[in-house]
């Protein structure tokens, strides 16, 4: 989740993103994996909440808890113990992440964003 994790910092200060279709970045994966598949869900749930609990308001944070749970535990096959496990951890993270809310203009530039992508 870094790419989120500066993107959401390079707009707070007030920087754009530029989107274009001619670059192609290729993100090679083993194929083998480095971890068990729900290990690696588990961290993107858990990652992908940090980001958004440091960058987003409340309302987000609490959306999109709600469906990356929804998330871990299907692809992990209701794992229990490893979903309660990755909340444990993820609260302690929370606690020492700082939280610098985006600002209107960061917010509007986003939602701006994301009208322009559903309509294409």
């Known amino acids: 989740m870094e790419?989120?994790?500066?993107?959401?910092?390079t707009i707070k200060q007030g920087y754009s993103i530029l989107f274009t279709k001619d670059i192609l970045v290729l993100h090679k994966q083993n194929p083998d994996g480095r971890e068990p598949s729900k290990t690696t869900y588990a961290?993107?749930?858990?990652?992908k909440m940090i980001v958004v609990y440091k960058h987003l308001p409340m309302l987000y944070?609490?959306?999109?808890?709600?469906?990356?749970?929804?998330?871990?535990?299907t692809k992990s096959k209701f794992d229990i113990t490893l979903y309660f496990n990755t909340?444990?951890?993820m609260r302690s993270r929370m606690k020492v992440a700082k939280r610098e809310v985006m600002n209107k203009s960061g917010m509007d530039y986003l939602k701006k964003f994301t009208h322009v992508l559903l309509i294409n």
Do not use: G, Q
């Open 87 to 89: 909340i444990k951890s």
């Open 3 to 9: 790419e989120y994790d500066l993107s959401y910092a």
């Open 61 to 73: 944070v609490i959306t999109h808890f709600i469906m990356w749970s929804a998330f871990l535990l």
């Open 43 to 47: 961290r993107m749930f858990e990652n």
